[in-house]
């Protein structure tokens, strides 16, 4: 598919890219006054900052942490304007992001470990507490949780099975978004805002923020508040009614922490509040077979408006008490998040209203979905000192969720009126369906290394849990199911460790090997011929060697890691007599590398590169579904060997240069860019459909159908940004996407349920390019 431009089209002078030319060029000018000597003012040049983490659940040096972790600091987020989570994608080796047109419709994958069924396989954790669901009917794996990262600290990424700390459903590894925690000494008061014009865009988008920071009780008790809010402009048009900019949409975050700080114990207290409100997705109608845009350039044929809405609520309340011989933590957490999403389902279902109905004219239907979630997560801790040569940690977790899946299909005349009587009684509603489901969990996990010299330790971990879970199927209304409930149940044990050797070859380098594990949970299935009434675990083992080294006096930083995944028990949705499940396929691989460079070329001048090569497929076809449907039996299998795992690039690289310029009276100018590519993928595995005569032994091929996945073409992604800066005031420009690619990060198609033709293909695009400006004061 021809989704990447060759050729730069020539930037539009919009009144916005006129700004961010005068803004660029006051910085440039401002160089004049540039000190011969002013590094105060600027950004640490000569060496590479220490970076602390806490991925191992203790504050350490990520330069001394045997595990592949990157860290999205606050000023990387800000400088790019990042709102989302595929605003990240290709700056982190082997972070692979697709989503479907709105922030929260999005599938993430850590080492081509991608979530083929609907629960997730990276997990998400905010500071201390887990936030989505383990369990298996929150369709985890389209809506990952993604977070308007302001009043973020950093994030940090874990690649690999993070099982034996984190638990489930961080198989291929973890999201970490670090808060800014409150001071206790300084009061600060943050206020700031933007403009951006995407192209093809009839709006400006905008937002605004602010963030207070008040000592309440001088080193005692603080607080900290923040606000966000970010309009997204507009650049979908629709086909149907001409409407222009239909995928507006926006994104609110609210946070309130408190911390008091004891003699010998920390309490820190936090809730926050993010919405995302879209008013349509963000996708293009393209043509089955030539894979051209149908009705032109960032145009879709909506017949029903496919609004999506998410809000999460969390609280949290987290002690570090100091035992003297230990510490203490205690982690609570609670959430709530509230899902719903429109599906424009006119071309599956419309079909019902002439073909099987005999009215004059197909009809208009939608599908909703709406997904409730509470979750209660608890976990108590033993932390050793860092004094001595053995480190140990010891825990329990315990977690609650009670979750409802609820779909709605419905149809209608093709203006979305009614259908005419007595039709809109007996087709009108399509289907009513509630999914309740439970999700309880228990788990005791412990770790430890020993350092056996100054230069060689060992780690290792081990976490045992148990999961049970409830579910029912209860169809209330409609003509697609049957009328029913079905309830099921589950319970499983599952046992995962870690094992990580690591050698100090000198004070700037490092090797560490790693061997860990990790699980995604299985449970309760759809009860019908052809599907197992459980599905059980996913497993995998993870294998890696890395490098972690400093050069030339600390100025240049190399990391390389190398890895092989052993996946088993896949779990994969499958459809049986039109109802879908799961089951467990076979096994899967994933080899590759990592890379991670820095280099401070001068004072002032920094180059980045990152990237990574990896080699993600099916080593087994997936097991064959059998459903009889007289006279015939049909046989199904949806991955065949050798198939690539869905959205997984085998190449991806992000190459930054960043230069800091001392300016006068404390100003600073900054200057930056990034040059993104992504190789092709895919959007799934092979299908095969069979038909046979069951009367005959054996019994006779009929048909066969084999439907290959689509593939999305690479695309390479250029971006600029600039900030002036003092003490107080930040004024910042950037630039998106600058050559305004054509480029795709999901696909599928679209297909008559009653006709089995695919009328056309929608596909996301990467956001066109997008002009932005902001300023902060700080006070």
Do not use: C
């Not at 000018?29 to 040049?45: E, I, L």
């Not at 933590?329 to 099987?356: K, M």
């Not at 046989?635 to 060997?641: H, L, V, W």
């Not at 048909?703 to 003092?726: K, Q, R, W």
Request: aromatic share 10%; net charge negative.
């Amino acid at each position: 598919m021809s989704s990447t431009r060759t050729s730069m089209r020539t930037l539009r002078r919009s009144p916005l890219a006129m700004v961010i030319t005068g803004t660029l060029a006051m910085a440039v000018a401002g160089s004049a006054f540039a000190q011969d000597a002013a590094s105060a003012g600027g950004h640490s040049a000569t060496e590479l900052d220490k970076v602390v983490v806490t991925a191992n659940k203790r504050s350490e040096n990520i330069r001394e942490v045997p595990s592949s972790i990157s860290v999205i600091t606050e000023e990387s987020i800000e400088n790019a304007h990042a709102t989302q989570l595929s605003d990240f994608q290709a700056t982190v080796p082997g972070l692979y992001i697709s989503t479907n047109g709105s922030p929260g419709k999005t599938k993430v994958s850590l080492r081509g470990v991608s979530p083929l069924s609907s629960s997730a396989t990276v997990g998400t954790y905010l500071d201390e507490t887990p936030l989505g669901s383990s369990g298996i009917y929150q369709a985890a794996n389209f809506f990952a949780l993604d977070l308007l990262p302001y009043d973020i600290g950093r994030i940090e990424v874990l690649r690999g099975p993070q099982g034996t700390l984190y638990g489930a459903s961080a198989m291929g590894g973890l999201i970490k978004y670090v808060s800014v925690a409150p001071d206790l000494s300084a009061t600060e008061f943050r206020v700031g805002g933007g403009l951006s014009s995407v192209e093809d865009s009839g709006d400006l988008g905008w937002n605004a923020r602010f963030g207070a920071n008040v000592p309440l009780v001088d080193d005692r008790l603080g607080l900290r508040v923040s606000y966000a809010q970010n309009e997204l402009p507009g650049y979908i048009d629709n086909s149907v009614n001409g409407e222009e900019d239909i995928n507006s949409g926006k994104q609110t975050s609210a946070r309130v922490a408190m911390r008091w700080q004891g003699e010998a114990a920390t309490l820190d207290l936090t809730a926050m509040r993010q919405t995302v409100d879209s008013d349509n997705n963000a996708q293009v109608a393209l043509d089955p077979e030539s894979l051209k845009p149908l009705f032109g350039d960032l145009t879709n044929n909506v017949f029903v408006d496919e609004p999506f809405y998410k809000d999460v609520d969390f609280y949290s309340a987290t002690v570090n008490w100091n035992l003297g011989w230990a510490d203490f933590v205690s982690a609570t957490g609670y959430s709530e998040s509230r899902s719903n999403q429109r599906q424009d389902s006119t071309i599956q279902f419309g079909g019902v209203a002439d073909l099987l109905l005999g009215l004059p004219e197909p009809g208009s239907s939608s599908f909703d979905i709406g997904l409730d979630l509470d979750k209660f997560t608890q976990e108590f801790r033993l932390v050793s000192k860092d004094s001595g040569p053995f480190e140990w940690m010891a825990g329990v977790f315990y977690t609650k969720e009670d979750a409802v899946q609820n779909q709605v299909a419905k149809l209608n005349q093709l203006d979305g009126s009614p259908l005419p009587a007595p039709y809109d009684s007996i087709a009108g509603t399509l289907a009513v369906m509630a999914i309740p489901s439970t999700y309880e969990e228990t788990a005791f996990f412990a770790n430890g290394a020993y350092n056996f010299t100054d230069d060689f330790k060992i780690g290792a971990g081990v976490r045992w849990a148990r999961n049970e879970q409830d579910f029912s199927q209860n169809v209330t209304e409609g003509i697609l199911l049957p009328i029913g409930d079905t309830p099921n149940s589950s319970s499983e044990d599952v046992f995962t460790w870690s094992l990580s050797p690591q050698l100090q070859l000198s004070d700037e380098a490092m090797i560490y090997a790693r061997v860990a594990t990790g699980y995604q949970p299985g449970g309760p299935n759809v009860l019908v011929e052809g599907l197992p009434s459980q599905v059980d675990s996913s497993t995998l083992t993870n294998y890696e060697l890395g490098l972690k080294s400093l050069w030339l006096d600390n100025r240049v930083q190399v990391d390389l890691t190398g890895f092989h995944i052993a996946w088993e028990d896949i779990q994969v949705a499958s459809v049986v007599n039109g109802v879908s499940g799961l089951v467990n396929a076979g096994k899967a691989s994933s080899t590759g590398m990592e890379l991670s460079t820095v280099f401070h070329a001068t004072e002032n001048f920094q180059v980045g590169l990152n990237g990574s090569y990896t080699d993600a497929k099916l080593d087994e076809s997936f097991p064959v579904i059998r459903a009889s449907s007289p006279p015939y039996l049909v046989e199904i299998t949806s991955g065949a060997k050798g198939d690539a795992l869905p959205y997984v690039p085998e190449w991806s690289w992000n190459a930054t240069a960043d230069y800091y310029l001392p300016l006068s009276n404390g100003w600073t100018a900054h200057f930056g860019g990034a040059l993104r590519y992504v190789s092709e993928r895919r959007n799934g595995t092979t299908t095969r459909q069979d038909i046979l005569d069951p009367s005959t032994a054996p019994p006779t091929l009929l048909m066969s159908d084999v439907t290959l996945p689509l593939e999305l073409d690479a695309y390479t992604v250029a971006d600029l940004n600039a900030y002036i800066s003092n003490e107080n005031w930040t004024f910042r420009a950037y630039v998106k996407n600058v050559s305004d690619e054509r480029a795709y990060q999901s696909i599928g198609d679209v297909t008559s349920e009653l006709t089995d033709v695919t009328e056309k293909l929608v596909a996301a695009p990467i956001q066109p390019r997008t002009f932005g400006i902001e300023v902060d004061y700080r006070f």
